[in-house]
């Protein structure tokens, strides 16, 4: 599988000196998450499924401690084994997570170790800081919270970059302006149909960071309009529902289809470097990257941007 790829396929990840594909396989349904995506992924199919992406075009995969309790970091190392090694240029991603309603500095230790066994490797060169929105009485960013242990791994060589990761605008600025960190990943906010992190994007641009977007299928409704109604892992406001399905009909008269409009969509914005896509089974790394050699013209754009939900209908309609 060597298909011929966009010119700037491969580019660096803002100022961090990493180099990543334009998009990356997300790690979640590889540790099978079926209360999330609504479907189970043996064991088997998600190890095969690592060893291809380590052969294919794709050269990172973005995962967390916090996937399936670790399955989705242990079976992405035992797909690195399978293969006989983590090839020198592809990049694992991970994110450090709080458990058991811990997310104290001892923990955020434990994950890092926790993750570097179950991936194989000696360093971990990305790590995030995951969800804190979710764990804003931990102390996160207080003297001695999980930020600042965060940098002293980083100063002890024993993980490179430091990524924070998250959804709501809000917290994501207020970890920004501790200025510590080289990445920034946010999910379903700068979709087809949701733009909430438009200034967020712009901030963290000016500062030279990498900047990630993940979950640009709004977690499904963009890649299934009439599949469950949800958006960004929540039930779907009606309008969002019907900009989905417009859309779909939209894509239908240009010759496309909606998944691929979506990926598009984040690809050509020039200030994100990667986007993310969750995969589950082989035989999709194929379609993937032929939704990324499709272009589409820029009528096809102004008429989309016609279609987008007024913004008290995004996940985060008030942005700063």
Same mark, same amino acid.
């Given at each position: 599988m060597d298909p011929q790829? =966009? +010119?700037?396929?491969?580019r660096p990840l803002g100022n961090t000196g990493l180099t990543v594909s334009a998009v990356a396989a997300g790690g979640g349904p590889i540790g099978s998450m079926p209360e999330m995506f609504g479907y189970d992924v043996p064991a088997e199919q998600a190890i095969d499924l690592v060893?291809?992406?380590?052969? &294919? =075009?794709?050269?990172?995969?973005?995962? &967390?401690?916090?996937? &399936?309790?670790?399955e989705s970091e242990r079976r992405i190392g035992q797909g690195?084994?399978?293969a006989g090694g983590l090839p020198a240029d592809y990049l694992i991603s991970t994110k450090t997570d709080g458990k058991d309603g811990d997310y104290s500095r001892e923990r955020v230790r434990r994950s890092i170790q926790e993750s570097k066994e179950r991936l194989g490797l000696d360093r971990l060169p990305l790590v995030y800081l995951h969800d804190?929105?979710?764990a804003l009485d931990q102390g996160l960013d207080a003297p001695g919270g999980a930020v600042e242990v965060l940098v002293e791994l980083q100063r002890e060589g024993v993980i490179g970059a430091i990524g924070l990761a998250g959804g709501d605008v809000k917290v994501m600025h207020r970890f920004l302006d501790l200025g510590v960190f080289d990445v920034l990943l946010n999910h379903n906010?700068?979709?087809?149909?949701?733009? &909430?992190?438009? +200034?967020l994007f712009d901030r963290a641009a000016a500062a030279g960071m990498g900047i990630v977007n993940a979950a640009y299928l709004g977690g499904g409704l963009l890649a299934n309009p009439h599949g469950q109604r949800m958006y960004g892992y929540r039930p779907a406001p009606d309008p969002t529902v019907k900009a989905a399905l417009a859309l779909e009909s939209l894509c239908q008269?240009?010759?496309?289809d909606l998944a691929t409009a979506a990926l598009q969509f984040s690809l050509r914005d020039p200030r994100i470097h990667m986007s993310v896509v969750g995969i589950s089974k082989p035989e999709r790394i194929g379609a993937l990257l032929a939704s990324v050699n499709t272009k589409l013209p820029e009528e096809f754009w102004s008429a989309a941007e016609e279609l987008v939900p007024e913004p008290s209908n995004w996940l985060d309609p008030v942005a700063p």
């Open positions: 790829m =966009p +010119a700037d396929w491969l060893t291809q992406l380590l052969r &294919s =075009p794709v050269r990172v995969i973005d995962t &967390s401690n916090g996937y &399936s309790d670790g690195i084994a399978r804190p929105e979710y906010r700068w979709t087809l149909v949701d733009r &909430s992190a438009g +200034a008269e240009w010759g496309t």
